[in-house]
């Protein structure tokens, strides 16, 4: 007696008769070029004595015109590696503004532009897969192009390149001695800004740059030194002496420590004589803390008190207010003293986080 056949075997055989009936009636891809064999160049880009060739290609275009566009884009994008200006439809300088950016992203366009005005598309090549999906047919397009450049043009876009590197070279060392100059008359914060402003102009640079400065002849030399320079000029700009009286003096001091500054806390010392001293030391800054403290009720087993914070950051130099802020704050505690320190390091940690944020943006803007 015959045992009958599995449901799960049968429904298998028949999945793979349809597929093997699909693959059967599937037409195979029809491939069409525009030569009988691909051309040379393909493989690698001819050399001449008076043009420069670049080849660019794309696969799977929808239109021949769609897949040669995108061919000599990355043709010219190719060109503009070896010539050392990077082209992109996507290129962006980021910039402080919208319409900053897109001026900048308009000028490395033109100046591409005029960069590629010789070039021309010396030949190309594509081939023309058609598949056939339902009643119709899509095809699909696998474009190459040859690009050639006039080797005299090439050079002197190279020539015209390495002349702007070098003028932005010298300029970033100028910037730097500037620097050099302001700390020497103690100036730090105009001094880091310049620092900075050198590190900035040598960053595009190709590290063999020439700089025309005898003791930073290249911009890496400079780029080392700028750095240096405005990591030392930091560390000295942030200092500061904490007039203020000692039960608040360790809170603004800590809040100060958080953003990377050093406070001397002089004992007994006024405005005038923190002013003097931070001169004769070359400290850049004096903080001077006026605080006063109110007691308060009854908080269920605890006491509450009040405290309130005057706080000016001067220019050592000048003597002049360059930030201020004023913070009130409320503690509890056990005790009336123990409430009052409490509404003391809060205010204090505030202004000092307020007058310590003041600076540092001072310091990022210059003077």
């Known amino acids: 007696m015959r045992r009958p056949g599995s449901p799960v075997r049968g429904r298998v055989l028949a999945a793979a008769g349809l597929a093997l009936a699909a693959c059967a009636s599937e037409k195979p891809a029809i491939k069409t070029s525009s030569s009988p064999r691909p051309p040379a160049w393909m493989a690698k880009a001819p050399a001449s004595g008076e043009s420069l060739y670049f080849t ?30 990077e082209i992109s439809a996507e290129h ?49 397009y696998d474009v190459w192009v040859l690009l050639k450049l006039p080797r005299a043009e090439v050079e002197k876009e190279r020539q015209r390149q390495a002349q702007e590197a070098q003028q932005a070279a010298a300029a970033a060392a100028a910037r730097f001695r500037e620097g050099r100059a302001l700390e020497a008359q103690g100036d730090l914060i105009g001094a880091l800004v310049r620092y900075r402003d050198a590190l900035a102009k040598t960053k595009d640079l190709a590290g063999a740059t020439p700089t025309g400065d005898r003791e930073l002849a290249t911009a890496s030399a400079l780029a080392q030194k700028a750095q240096d320079a405005a990591t030392a000029a930091r560390s000295k700009a942030r200092r500061a002496i904490v007039v203020a009286p000692d039960w608040v003096a360790g809170a603004v001091a800590q809040a100060l420590a958080r953003q990377g500054f050093t406070a001397q806390m002089p004992a007994g010392a006024g405005e005038s004589a923190a002013l003097a001293q931070a001169k004769a030391q070359g400290t850049p800054w004096v903080i ?57 390091s809060e205010a204090g940690l505030g202004a000092g986080n307020e007058v310590a944020a003041a600076l540092v943006a001072k310091e990022n803007a210059g003077p």
């Not at 532009?113 to 190309?124: G, I, P, Q, T, Y």
């Not at 006063?292 to 009720?297: L, R």
């Not at 002049?320 to 704050?329: F, N």
């Open 56 to 85: 660019g290609g794309k696969e799977g275009a929808g239109s021949l015109d769609e897949g040669k566009a995108s061919a000599v884009e990355s043709a010219r994008s190719q060109a503009a590696q070896y010539i050392g200006v």
């Open 288 to 344: 001077v803390v006026h605080a006063t403290t109110t007691p308060g009720g009854k908080v269920f087993a605890q006491v509450a008190a009040t405290a309130a914070l005057d706080v000016r950051a001067l220019d050592a130099r000048s003597g002049a207010v360059v930030a201020s802020t004023q913070k009130q704050a409320k503690g509890v505690g056990r005790t009336p003293e123990a409430a009052q320190q409490a509404a003391v």
């Open 92 to 140: 962006r300088d980021v910039m402080s503004t919208e319409e900053a950016e897109n001026m900048a992203r308009d000028t490395v366009r033109s100046r591409a532009n005029a960069m590629l005005r010789s070039a021309e598309v010396a030949d190309v090549y594509y081939e023309k897969i058609s598949r056939e999906v339902g009643a119709g047919t899509v095809d699909r």
